[in-house]
Every structure is written in structure tokens, then in C-alpha cells.
Antibody
Framework: QVQLVESGGGVVQPGGSLRLSCAASGFSFSSSGMHWVRQAPGKGLEWVTFIRHDESYKSYADSVKGRFTISRDNSKNSLYLQMNSLRPEDTALYYCAKDGGYWEFDSWGQGTLVTVSP | QTVVTQEPSFSVSPGGTVTLTCGLS?????????PSWYQQTPGQAPRTLIH???TPSSGVPDRFSGSILGSKAALTITGAQADDESDYYC??????????FGGGTKLTVL
């Protein structure tokens, strides 16, 4: 059974940094692409970033490009999101999601909340 | 800047059929966008319903189906039930490793 557990959220001031983690289990993590998707309070879902299974390819939404960095450690079955230069509009629940291999997100974690506020 | 469009809200009667759509602000949606659909109830993580236009995810009831209707992707719920009342999101693969979510449709069953 696929399990994705995010952690690392919290309150940070504008301009600050935060690193999110996602612990994966129940599937072959080292063979799976992974995504981060976020949802601002009361708003819709927004795709943030993707990483290929072997880190050979990464892509980012324009809204986070140059500020956020996705990475992974296949030896630890873990996915990360380093967030720098945070802005109030980055306030959201951040989900990690497993790529299903057909350009879709086939499993989701429960999310970790990031609040950017003075 | 390309935007993925969805109806903000929709209403269906119990047992009725409803079709939600997913379009592009410029251009048509095709199977090459690999449309996928997600259901989200308040306070819960999204649940994957459909991928690759019309392939149901594991465990999804067969009352949910996907298609391309004209220039849009579509999610049809046939025989709506009370617990189908949720937010529904489509996602399009835009190429170049970019995915775009629609703004979501709030479905009311009453």
C-alpha cells in the first residue's frame, strides 16, 4: 500500500527558507517520478514541481522557478523541497504525489502546511 | 499564459448524470494532454479518478468516466450519489514537463 508522509511545514517570515520532506513506502520509490502540488487556503490545486526517478530531469512551475529546488534520496525513500525566498503567496498545504507513469498523480500524501507571514 | 478552464460550480440531482468539462484558454484539449481528473472533499487529500483521458484509477466506481467532447476533456458521472458531492479538478500535461490544474468545479448533489 502506497504511503506518502510529508513533514517540515511551519511558519516562516517572508524571504525565509524551509525544507519539506516526504517519506515514501509501499512502492518502488527509486523507480517512480515524484511531484509536489500545493493548495492555498480555500483555493484550488497548483502543480509545483516534478523530479524523474533518477533525478535526471526536474521541472518547475513559473511561480516557483529559481526559488524552489526539488531533490530526492532514493537510498532513504525520501523526496525533498527546498523553498527559498518565500513569499506570502507561497502559503499553502504542500502535498507530495507519486507520478503514475501516464502524466498523472496516482497517490497523494496528506500534506504539510507552510505559512509565510511576518 | 495558458489557463485551464473548468465550470466553477455545477449541480446534479441524485441519480442524475452530469458532465464536467476542462478546456484551454487558447486551443483545444486533446489526448496528447493526457487529461486526468481528481476528486477532493473538504479536509482530504485529492483522490485520483481518471488518467489518460478515460482510464479509471484502481477502485474508482464505473459511474465515473472520462472523454474528449469537442475541444474539451470531460468527466461524466452517471447515476450521481450523495457522496459524489466534492470538488473536481482536471490536470493537463502541457509538454516540457509542465502540468496545469484547472480551477476546479464544486459539485453539489441535491
Amino acid at each position: 500500500q502506497v504511503q506518502l508522509v510529508e513533514s517540515g511545514g511551519g511558519v516562516v517570515q517572508p524571504g525565509g527558507s524551509l525544507r519539506l520532506s516526504c517519506a515514501a513506502s509501499g512502492f518502488s520509490f527509486s523507480s517512480s517520478g515524484m511531484h509536489w502540488v500545493r493548495q492555498a487556503p480555500g483555493k484550488g490545486l497548483e502543480w509545483v514541481t516534478f523530479i524523474r526517478h533518477d533525478e535526471s530531469y526536474k521541472s518547475y512551475a513559473d511561480s516557483v522557478k529559481g526559488r524552489f529546488t526539488i531533490s530526492r534520496d532514493n537510498s532513504k525513500n525520501s523526496l525533498y523541497l527546498q523553498m527559498n525566498s518565500l513569499r506570502p503567496e507561497d502559503t499553502a498545504l504542500y502535498y507530495c504525489a507519486k507520478d503514475g507513469g501516464y502524466w498523472e498523480f496516482d497517490s497523494w500524501g496528506q500534506g504539510t502546511l507552510v505559512t509565510v507571514s511576518p | 499564459q495558458t489557463v485551464v478552464t473548468q465550470e466553477p460550480s455545477f449541480s446534479v440531482s441524485p441519480g442524475g448524470t452530469v458532465t464536467l468539462t476542462c478546456g484551454l484558454s487558447s486551443g483545444s484539449v486533446s489526448t496528447n494532454n493526457y487529461p486526468s481528473w481528481y476528486q477532493q472533499t473538504p479536509g482530504q487529500a485529492p483522490r485520483t479518478l481518471i488518467h489518460s483521458t478515460n482510464t479509471p484509477s484502481s477502485g474508482v466506481p464505473d459511474r465515473f468516466s472520462g472523454s474528449i467532447l469537442g475541444s474539451k476533456a470531460a468527466l461524466t458521472i452517471t447515476g450521481a450519489q450523495a457522496d459524489d458531492e466534492s470538488d473536481y479538478y482536471c490536470v493537463l500535461s502541457m509538454g516540457g514537463g509542465i502540468w496545469l490544474f484547472g480551477g476546479g468545479t464544486k459539485l453539489t448533489v441535491l
